[in-house]
């Protein structure tokens, strides 16, 4: 109905808070009446006017108001225009035709804020989800309820089954599962345990053992450290933070806006315009002329233009926030539509972020079994997180328990940066990387063993190799292993318009190279610092808009210089939420798709919206010009606006795996190298 510029007055103050609904049904009720006392009642003179008069009153006493507010601060917008409209009709004796305006104006107006009212009701309810009160633990044991508002960072909060949850803290008793929908939109309950020695100290923790405010807990009980209070927790946060994206608008939003600020006062220039060629060129009475020239005050007024932009994205974000997907407002959102290429950041975004056993490979087929068993009671003694890949992969590899035991390891030493040695069953063992054996061997490595080094190197990975007894046993490979859903991910990127998929990584290029040509991306960049991904994005921007998808921390540099940032598992880390343009609250990467197109979507409603709303004015205004009377032309333009924001309402039921509708590509499957 009019800009979101405008500092709307709502009706809170009076009859609560459909206070401008009520008004808008009062203003209808006393239209309905005044046109039954002129036409089907045999009613005094007087009647009709006075029922049309208090249509003016209750049809017109928001639209006053809001056009008062504008016009103090220098705007001519929309509510002004349809006041000076209806006055002006009621000036030459028109009172049913400016009731009639008001009264639909008014109801539009009313619904237009219901229906708007419904993408941010969406997310204003999680404002209500976490309780107000909680179960405080103390030092000797006793419990005691106390405001959330009053719990310290600290504290040790009780959380009962099927309870929700008080704070943002760390689970240090107990276990259970919770529903953490309500903050990531994941739909699955989430296993939680204590951790043993939890502190406050910011230190990241794993999501098997964190929790937030106003999640829901399952059958089991947990005592909870707070770590945030509850002014700070994730849910206030989130909650604050889409609060404030209805501010932030969209480019297509601050065009309008610019645009409005010359439409408007060269509508009223063009209603003058008319008002004095009809009265000078025509001839005609001032009459006949002012009412036309308010006919087409109406038509030529911007309402369904003004609304286009804000409903549709009011709307995509609030969805998008149902979803897990917290976009910072229309500007990102939009942005996101139209961007061209993509760069993901690798460890703990395309990847897992730990290393797996992918490859082992004997000198002798026959001695595979010997391989496994020694590299595993050796690593068995080491803390290096290579080792514990070790340990936990090949663990299940075992025919039988007794197998790991048989297995007598002494004189256990770590070579820093290099491997391990030991005694196993009394024969001497080295496991360790070709520095290590470059330094043992004076002729060097056996040529089939230099091969496999050399051919898992060319893959990405990093190679052990293991020697007993003076026998070159083999050599296992380990890998920052790419996620499953990674590749299929990338496929649908591409299948909505993505024409660049990148990755920039720190690690050596090689690893980047392996990663890259397993999930088909178009090129890998290696080897780089946080500050080296800048100059990368900025190749990448130059030629469409640019995505970063990473963490948000050491990633911070090239997010901040991408069209959009976006980051991954932002549940978890306030930093990626200050950080990022679009954050997905969960770790998984299957959200980007969806993020993708429903900006894509949103934008598509946008385009629609606005041409809908040009056309309706483009046929309008002639049509007054020639003759069509101020009722029909009202109906028309209020209708119009209606639509409008009933389609871009439609963004609230934009469901996950919209974006696969219409994808006839093959998604190539997932070679798992895991042993």
């Known amino acids: 109905m009019k800009s979101t510029a405008n500092t709307h007055v709502h009706g809170h103050s009076i009859l609560g808070e459909r206070g401008e609904l009520i008004f808008a ?17 045999s009613a005094p003179p007087w009647a009709p006017l006075v029922l049309f008069a208090a249509t003016f009153f209750f049809g017109g006493f928001f639209t006053m108001r809001t056009a008062i507010a504008t016009v103090l601060r220098g705007r001519f917008e929309v509510d002004f225009l349809m006041l000076v409209a209806a006055v002006g009709a009621a000036a030459v004796g028109k009172w049913a035709e400016g009731s009639v305006l008001l009264f639909l104006f008014s109801l539009g107006h009313a619904l237009e804020e219901y ?45 009962l089954p099927n309870s929700r949850l008080a704070a943002d803290g760390v689970v240090v008793a107990g276990a259970s599962s919770v529903d953490e929908s309500s903050v990531t939109g994941e739909s699955i309950p989430v ?97 006949d002329s002012f009412y036309r020239a308010m006919v ?48 993901f950041d690798k460890t703990g975004t395309l990847t897992w972020g730990l290393p797996r056993v992918t490859d082992i490979v004997a000198a002798d087929p026959a001695s595979r079994a010997e ?36 297995r007598r390891v002494t004189e256990v030493n770590s070579v820093t940066g290099r491997g391990i040695t030991a005694s196993v069953d009394g024969h001497p063992t080295e496991v360790g990387n070709l520095t290590m054996f470059g330094e043992l061997e004076a002729d060097g490595l056996p040529a089939h063993i230099a091969g496999i080094v050399d051919d898992l190197h060319a893959r990405g990975r990093t190679t052990m190799i293991v020697r007993h007894a003076g026998t070159y046993l083999g050599v296992v490979g380990v890998m920052d292993t790419p996620r499953a859903e990674a590749a299929p991910v990338i496929a649908r990127l591409r299948a909505l318009g993505i024409e660049d998929v990148v990755l920039i990584s720190g690690d050596h290029q090689r690893v980047a190279d392996a990663v890259a040509a397993d999930m088909g991306l178009d090129a890998a960049h290696g080897g780089l610092l946080p500050e080296d991904k800048v100059p990368v994005i900025g190749r990448l921007g130059g030629r469409s808009g640019t995505a970063m998808v990473g963490d948000g921390v050491n990633d911070a540099p090239a997010m901040v210089n991408s069209s959009v940032g976006i980051a991954m598992g932002a549940s978890g880390s306030a930093v990626a939420l200050e950080t990022a343009d679009v954050a997905l609250m969960v770790d998984d990467i299957g959200r980007l798709p969806f993020a993708v197109a429903l900006s894509r979507r949103t934008a598509r409603i946008i385009r629609q919206n606005l041409t809908f709303a040009l056309l309706i004015v483009a046929a309008l205004v002639p049509a007054t010009l020639i003759g069509l009377p101020i009722g029909p032309a009202v109906f028309i333009h209020e209708g119009s606006t209606l639509l409008v924001v009933a389609n871009a309402l439609r963004l609230l039921r934009f469901r996950r795996g919209a974006e696969h509708e219409g994808i006839d590509h093959e998604v190539r499957p997932v070679r798992d190298q895991r042993t």
Request: with cysteine; net charge negative; aromatic share 4%.
């Open 191 to 287: 296993e939680k345990s204590a951790l043993i020695g939890a502190t406050v100290d910011g230190a990241p923790v794993h999501e098997a053992h964190r929790v937030f405010a106003g999640t829901v807990n399952g059958s089991g009980v947990m005592d909870v450290l707070v770590t945030s209070r509850a002014a700070d927790s994730m849910l206030a946060r989130v909650i604050t933070m889409v609060r404030e994206a209805d501010t932030q608008k969209s480019p297509t939003q601050r065009f309008i806006d610019r645009f409005q600020l010359f439409y408007v006062p060269a509508v009223l220039a063009a209603v003058f315009g008319v008002l004095v060629v009809g009265m000078v060129a025509l001839t005609e009475p001032f009459a």
């Open 115 to 159: 229906v708007m009212g419904r993408a941010k009701r969406s997310i204003e309810a999680l404002a209500e989800l976490a309780p107000s009160a909680a179960v405080v633990r103390g030092g000797d044991g006793a419990v005691r309820e106390v405001d959330v508002a009053d719990l310290a960072v600290g504290d040790v909060v009780v959380v």
């Open 296 to 343: 087409v005050l109406v038509a030529a007024s911007p309402c369904a233009l003004a609304i286009a932009t804000p409903s549709a994205v009011l709307a995509g974000v609030a969805r998008a926030a149902q979803a897990g997907v917290l976009a910072k407002g229309g500007g990102p959102l939009e942005t996101l539509g139209r961007v061209r290429s993509v760069a």
């Open 371 to 406: 391989l496994i068993a020694t590299v595993h009671a050796v690593e068995s003694y080491s803390d290096h997180p290579l080792a514990t890949a070790i340990t936990r992969d090949l663990t299940p590899l075992f025919p039988g328990a007794g197998t790991m035991s048989a």
């Open 25 to 41: 049904l009062a203003a209808g009720v006393t239209y309905a009446a005044g046109m039954a006392a002129e036409y089907l009642l």
